[in-house]
Structures are given as C-alpha cells and as structure tokens.
C-alpha cells in the first residue's frame, strides 16, 4: 500500500505492486479511478452514503469522506473528483461557498456536484444551483436515487 498524506487528518491508501515500490512513479502509469467524494460533518450520514455507494467500488470507484468545507476543497485539490455529494451546513465552509469555489472559482465545471442538505426551502434550492449545484436533494434522501445518480454520473454498470 501507498500512502497518499494530504494533510494531518486525510490519508488515502492505494494499492501497488511490488514493482511499482522500486522505481517513481509517472504520472501517466497513474490508475484512472473514477472518484466520488462525500461531505458531511454527521457521521451517521457518511456511514449511510458509503454503503448506498458500497457496489460501486467492484468498479474500481473510489469513495473519499470529508467532515467540513474546507477538508472537502484540499480533496477537490488533490483527487479531482468526478461527483461530490455535499452537505450545506458544514463547519469551517458551507457547502453552498464550496460548491462556488469549485464551479466558478476554480472553473471545473466537469465535476458534478450533487447537494444533500436537509434544508428544503425553495430559496435554499436556488441558491444552491446558483453556486453551480448540478442536482439538489433533500434529506431524508432516497437511497437508490443517490446510487442511479452514481452510476449516471460516473458512466459505470453495476
């Protein structure tokens, strides 16, 4: 395994071989993993994503967890993500500010960001796609939705 450190409280492992331990790695030998990253500061909510998105990992689809905004955009940073589903209220960045600095800021418009938030206001909707939000789902969340949502997204078969 190879630890990928990117700050004292993430730490992502992957997978090598033997060969792979004695020389450097070039960027083009990289594996091309499909990335989902998750963010929300309840753990219960976490726990519930990860398994809803559990068959998608026999697919080679790497599921990372983020409990606040700002741990989620280090991890935007670093993986590239090619779905996020983000909670709004988050400590130390809501989830409305990350969703902006992802889309409008940074300008990757190809990650599709997906918020699951509890706040259901019609307001709160279109602030979120205003941000640049590409689906906005309220908690409870339907289980099979965030999965169909997954597979669409990400273009695999489960």
């Known amino acids: 395994m190879h630890c990928l450190e990117l700050n ?3 730490a992502i492992y992957l997978p090598l071989s033997w060969g792979q331990l004695s020389r450097r790695i070039q960027p083009d030998e990289m594996p091309m993993n499909k990335t989902i990253l998750v ?3 309840q753990a219960h909510v976490r726990f519930l994503l990860e398994k809803v998105l559990e068959p998608l990992r026999n697919q080679g689809v790497l599921v990372v967890t983020a409990t606040n905004g700002q741990d989620a955009l280090t991890l935007v940073q670093a993986l590239h993500p090619q779905l996020i589903f983000l909670d709004v209220m988050l400590p130390r960045m809501d989830g409305f500010e990350v969703c902006r600095q992802v889309k409008q800021n940074w300008g990757m ?10 706040k259901g206001e019609e307001t709160d909707e279109r ?11 309220t908690k409870p969340f ?14 695999v078969a489960v």
Request: proline share 5%; glycine share 8%.
């Open 8 to 10: 004292p409280i993430f």
């Open 127 to 137: 602030t979120g796609m205003a941000a640049g939000a590409n689906l906005y789902l």
């Open 39 to 41: 963010v929300d500061d």
């Open 142 to 155: 339907d289980p099979d939705q965030i999965l169909r949502t997954a597979i669409e997204v990400l273009g």
């Open 109 to 118: 418009q190809e990650i599709y960001v997906a918020i699951v938030t509890v």
